[in-house]
Each structure stands twice: as C-alpha cells, then as structure tokens.
C-alpha cells in the first residue's frame, strides 16, 4: 500500500466536531492517522511509504499550518501523531489535555529559503536582494498567526529592516506548501518557504533557491507527540516515530534540509 498524503483532511474535521472527543473512534483495523505540518510532506511522505512497506501498516497523513492542525486536535479531531513545526503548538495541544507529554520529542530543526519558480532569484543572496529587485511584485509568506515557516518569514523581514517595506507585496499561503503553490502557479513571483520543499522542487528540477540567514528568525525547533489514547495504536505511533528517529529515516530527514538534533548542517545548504 502507498502512503495517502492528503492536504487539510477536511473528513477529519467535520468526524471530529461529530465525535466530540474523537480519539476513541479510531480502531486497531483503521490506518496511522499523522497530522505533520506542512513542510514535512516530502520527507514523511518517503517515511510513510517506508513504513508501510516494512510493516504492512498504512498511514494517513493530513499536512497543514501547525496552529490549524493543532486547533483541530484540541477540538477533538481522531489523530494518533502530531508533528508541528515549532514547540509552541504543541505546549497548547498539551495545555488542552490532548497527548502523552512523555512522548515528546524534538525530531527536527527548519531553515527558510526564497523560492521562485523562474530563474529571477539565481543572483540573489539576501532578502535585501529580493526587495530590491524591481521585477518582484509579490511575495507569498504563509499566514504567521498559525504557521511557524510563515512567523519565521515574518521575523527574518523584520530583522532585516524590510517588513514595511514588503509587506504591500505580500500574499499569504494557508500553510508552506500552499505558500510554494502560490509561486509555482504564477500568483506569486517569489515565496519564503521551508528549505525541504525547495530541496524536494530541486529534485525535480524546478525553481531556484537561496537560504536565508537563520540569524534573523527564531529557530524552527520542531517536536512531536502521540496523540493517540488508544494504548495499541499509540504503540503503533511509537514504532513510526522510531522509523522517523532511524538510520534510514533520519537519512530521509537530512535529505530534505532538516538538521537533527546534534548535528552540523551539511555544506550543500548553501544553495
């Protein structure tokens, strides 16, 4: 089976504000539910595939903002993993009694890149660069009030002196893939996204790519948490935070510009 990578599981919500709690209405016989923040789906969607292929478990995930995946968990949405972009979203999934908080664990830490479709940002090496290009008109962010790349985004324009500057350029993605979407489809001509999904376009030979400083924003320190309250599907998040934390998967991390807790980041960061 193949991992099903599905954007905003609207099912998810609408069986959650049905159930109330939620949780419970997941069984042994139904797949790993794993709500990963946006940035994430090209790593875990590899992992996922893995897993799948090693256990014979599918998995499910439902990628979105951090903040709305965590909304959804508060209010009871049937989830066995959370995976957020940054610490705070999980402290409130915890302060709201959802989670094992003896489950936590950072698994990652993120970087920011400008990212464009076209070949415009091949000379760029600074955000200074960006708002001085008279060519560029508008820029995607994804929305900072709930998406960690999208506060980081924020926070690294305003270090810079920019944000007034940008800010009547700006449009804003639902989330970091969407904010990605936004410049491939031609509705943005530049977007700060999370360095994985410019390294996963990379891949496939699509658009240009140029780290920005990490200095200028907070760190993306990324936790996750099982969610789940029944004790064998809990074990069952357990065993693919495992393959996440694993030889090969903290290989698949790496590939997609994560740093892991403990280690250098690797030269080809530069761009």
């Known amino acids: 089976m193949r991992a099903s990578v599905l954007l905003m599981l609207v099912a998810w919500t609408m069986g959650a504000a049905a159930c109330g709690s939620g949780a419970d209405t997941v069984t042994n016989d139904e797949p790993l539910l794993v709500a990963g923040a946006a940035d994430l789906l090209p790593a875990f969607t590899v992992l996922g595939a893995d897993f799948e292929e090693a256990t014979g478990e599918e998995v499910v995930f439902n990628f979105g903002s951090s903040g709305q995946l965590a909304q959804q968990l508060i209010e009871g949405a049937p989830m066995d993993l959370y995976a957020s972009a940054n610490v705070t979203f999980v402290d409130q999934v915890l302060d709201a009694g959802v989670g094992d908080a003896q489950t936590r664990a950072t698994y990652a830490f993120g970087r920011i890149a400008i990212w464009s479709a076209e070949e415009v940002g091949a000379g760029w090496a600074t955000l200074d660069d960006v708002a001085a290009d008279d060519d560029i008109d508008v820029i995607a962010i994804a929305n900072p009030e709930h998406a ?4 980081a985004a924020r926070q690294a324009l305003e270090s810079a002196g920019l944000w007034e500057s940008v800010e009547p350029k700006l449009v804003y993605g639902e989330n970091i893939a969407d904010t990605q979407r936004l410049a491939a489809t031609g509705n943005a001509d530049v977007a700060i996204v ?23 924003h907070e760190t993306l320190r990324q936790d ?16 693919f935070i495992d393959h996440v934390n694993g030889g090969e998967g903290r290989e698949v991390m790496r ?3 994560f740093l892991l807790p403990g280690e250098q980041p690797p030269e080809a960061w530069e761009g």
């Open 148 to 151: 960690p790349y999208g506060l």
């Open 194 to 216: 999370a360095l994985s999904l410019a390294l996963a376009a990379d891949e496939d030979g699509e658009g240009t790519w140029t780290l920005i400083d990490e200095a200028l």
């Open 224 to 239: 996750l948490l099982v969610v789940a309250e029944e004790p064998d599907r809990a074990d069952l998040a357990a065993d």
């Open 255 to 257: 590939r997609f510009g």
